[in-house]
């Protein structure tokens, strides 16, 4: 494999500029303004070439609940959406993945089944101190804890207690600890008797508060231990401050956000419409616009989907009660669109979008020398993508498991034509030849060809 492939619009570390990068053996062998004369040139006239999307917050649900959803189809799904590398979380599948056996279950789920690369989260629960090590000796790139129940009883909420006999752990194994920041207050009671088909019924029941009272105790353990603590899916502005606080002081503390939570807002979700449930939940329109600041600025690190599906049944379909539904957004496939929709609005680039869906989430998962950027050296990851089309949502060209999102029928912008996984294409949704247009229909042509993405180290 040795070709060239280039673009007026390719998202290089120090820009966007017109090159041509010369793919060698699965590697970006060079990078130059243009490709030499005689050489094998793949030229997508405009479109966009990025780095491959980094998803480092997916549940995959395999194995034991891969009726929710599976390797086979999140990583095609995954592929659609220009990511060529995501990393699993340890729940919601059976077991979860908290021990070095359950690890074990999982790498041969996903054995020729993935369509991109694939890490793994593992899991930090009331008990498993001395598993830790044992995770980390079998590659996981660091592990999450709930502070908060989980939604299922396999995977129980950590205490106060249990952070604090982890974090060391994890600090000497090099490891962050990701944690689900809600910690559970008194609620008004007004907060309880409320309908629950109406979106309201939900939102008052996870109020900011809980976040903000995780995210303060996380940080003084971050202060304590100088364990890399990290939030995900952040969701209440109101926390930008603490973080941007504890950054100031030096800490390990990062953080992520979703595109629910910077594309939707609560006073448009319809009456039993759980397709939009999540927790923490999707908050109001005044939240969204002060995440985006904090996003801006650099308060959030970067964003992921959080691509949290289940079967249609436990979203409850047809009974729209959102306190009983299932929580979480399936949107593995739609992060890029649905993420530049809003961005492009606000005037943010396209060196700016590959740094918050990109570099950043590689630098984080600790897989930054190789994957990330579009620089020699680096595993040839790309996505080739159209920032100007814009179109409507439908399900028939969703490749997930169950087509539910909240997503459905939005009018967004952004088309991912082809993904490239190793310079060999994943995804071919339109190819381009010769400066012409050859509808070919979403495929992917090369198969099950991603690989797990394992951290190794000796642990004494």
């Known amino acids: 494999m040795d070709y060239w492939l280039a673009s007026s619009r390719v998202v290089l570390p120090g820009g966007v500029a017109p090159a041509a ?3 060698r053996d699965g590697l970006i062998e060079a990078v130059l303004p243009r490709a030499p004369e005689g050489s094998e040139l793949r030229d997508v006239g405009d479109r966009v070439i990025s780095p491959g999307l980094i998803d480092c917050h997916v549940h995959i649900n395999e194995p034991g609940r891969t009726e929710w959803e599976g390797f086979a189809t999140a990583t095609r799904a995954a592929a659609a959406g220009g990511v060529t590398t995501l990393v699993d979380m340890p729940l919601n599948c059976l077991p979860v993945t908290t021990t070095g056996p359950a690890l074990a279950q999982k790498l041969a789920a996903c054995r020729e089944q993935c369509f991109v690369d ?3 989260w593992g899991g930090v629960v009331p008990g ?9 000796e079998g590659g996981v790139l660091g592990c999450k804890a709930f502070l908060v129940h ?7 909420n950590a205490t106060e207690a249990d952070l604090r006999q982890a974090m060391p752990v994890l600090r000497d194994c090099g490891l962050p600890l990701l944690a689900h920041a809600e910690l559970e207050l008194p609620l008004a009671a007004a907060a309880a008797a409320q309908d629950p088909h109406v979106y309201q019924s939900f939102l008052d029941s996870r109020p900011p508060s809980w976040e903000e009272a995780a995210i303060r105790l996380l940080i003084e353990l971050c202060k304590q231990t100088r364990c890399h603590v990290h939030i995900v899916h952040l969701s209440a502005a109101s926390c930008l401050p603490l973080l941007r606080a504890a950054k100031d002081a030096g800490l390990p503390i990062t953080a992520e956000t979703c595109p629910h939570y910077l594309c939707l807002e609560a006073e448009q979700i319809p009456r039993g419409a759980t397709e939009y449930k999540c927790a923490p939940p999707i908050r109001e329109h005044q939240n969204r616009e002060a995440l985006w600041q904090g996003l801006l600025e650099g308060v959030i690190d970067f964003v992921i989907t959080d691509h949290s599906p289940c079967t249609p049944g436990l979203k409850q379909q047809g009974q729209g009660n959102f306190q ?3 929580g979480g957004i399936a949107s593995l496939q739609l992060g890029l669109p649905a993420l530049w929709t809003e961005a492009r609005r606000r005037g943010a680039s396209l060196e700016q979008m590959a740094r918050w869906l ?3 989430p590689a630098q984080f998962a600790g897989v930054a020398r190789h994957k990330g950027q579009l620089r020699a050296g680096q595993v040839a990851d790309l996505v080739i993508w159209d920032p100007e089309e814009r179109y409507r949502v439908r399900s028939s060209e969703l490749f997930f498991r169950h087509k539910l999102s909240p997503y459905l029928e939005r009018e967004v912008y952004g088309r991912v034509h082809q993904t ?5 294409v994943v995804y071919d949704g339109v190819s381009q030849v010769g400066g012409r247009c050859h509808p070919t229909g979403p495929s992917h042509p090369t198969g099950p060809i991603g690989r797990p993405l394992l951290h190794r180290m000796s642990v004494s």
């Not at 989980?150 to 129980?156: L, M, N, Q, R, V």
């Open 21 to 23: 990068l010369h793919v």
């Open 118 to 120: 694939v890490g793994f």
């Open 128 to 136: 498993n101190t001395a598993e830790l090590p044992r995770l980390a």
């Open 150 to 156: 989980s939604g299922i009883d396999e995977f129980p």
């Open 324 to 326: 009983e539904a299932w």
């Open 358 to 360: 990109s570099s950043a």
């Open 420 to 424: 490239l996984l190793a310079g060999q």
